[in-house]
């Protein structure tokens, strides 16, 4: 079964906006990582999370990470067109060598 | 130029045939993982190994199998016991468990 569920499933927004998608998961973890995947391509690590952190920035992306609620979200500033792509949040349940479970994905459309 | 790579790209397979995928990667890590995706879905797990010479199942292993004869090398078998194999594999390493590279994929389409 998979760990994380994002929502909203789909955003379409224009450039310039703000996104925010939200990852709830089920089990205690490790760490939470955020990946996107451009349309048929592998996917891109962009940030990861550790259970005892609340917030992390990477440049336009903030991520925050509530473990009593067991959510996190992504948030990308000032959205380009280049962000267009699906974001995944996987969860990592141990720390050292440990599997991710991903969820199904938020597919991001960024107008011009 | 360290990476992840995958061959082939595109990958067609008739029924009852067992077919190999390739991963290789030059970045010195120690694990490496095998995901299966299908459309508008997340990944699911394979395999994956932690050292060589090693491998664990993952969720969907039926019909799969691998080898870890080197370091650099984590092939992927689909055979002819997976009924439903098309789908877009993605192949991935890490180093100590955190972020995990991913290679760029190979569609297989069964005809």
């Known amino acids: 079964s998979q760990q994380g569920e994002e929502d909203p499933q789909a955003l379409s927004i224009q450039e310039g906006e703000n996104a925010t998608m939200n990852c709830s998961y089920k089990?205690?973890?490790?760490?939470l990582q955020w990946y996107r995947q451009n349309s048929g391509r592998g996917l891109v690590h962009l940030i990861l999370?550790?259970?005892?952190?609340r917030e992390k920035h990477s440049g336009r992306l903030r991520v925050t990470l509530d473990t009593s609620k067991k959510s996190s979200s992504l948030l990308i500033t000032a959205s380009r067109a280049a962000d267009t792509a699906s974001y995944f949040c996987?969860?990592?349940?141990?720390?050292?060598?440990?599997?991710?479970?991903f969820g199904k994905g938020t597919m991001l459309l960024v107008s011009p | 130029d360290g990476g992840i790579t995958q061959s082939p790209k595109y990958l067609f397979r008739k029924e009852g045939q067992n077919v190999t995928l390739s991963c290789e990667q030059n970045?010195?890590?120690?694990?490496m993982y095998w995901y299966r995706q299908d459309p508008g879905q997340g990944l699911r797990l394979i395999y994956y190994?932690?050292?060589?010479?090693?491998?664990q199942k993952g969720d969907i292993a039926e019909g799969y199998s691998v080898s870890r004869e080197k370091k650099e090398s984590f092939p992927l078998t689909v055979t002819s016991a997976q009924k439903n194999p098309t789908a877009f594999y993605l192949c991935?390493?890490?180093?100590?468990?955190?972020?995990?590279?991913f290679g760029p994929g190979t569609r297989l389409t069964v005809l």
């Open positions: 089990t205690s973890i490790n760490n």
């Open positions: 991935a390493s890490s180093k100590g468990g955190l972020a995990q590279f």
């Open positions: 999370i550790r259970s005892n952190e």
């Open positions: 996987a969860t990592a349940m141990n720390s050292g060598y440990s599997t991710l479970t």
């Open positions: 970045l010195n890590h120690d694990a």
């Open positions: 190994s932690q050292i060589v010479n090693d491998f």
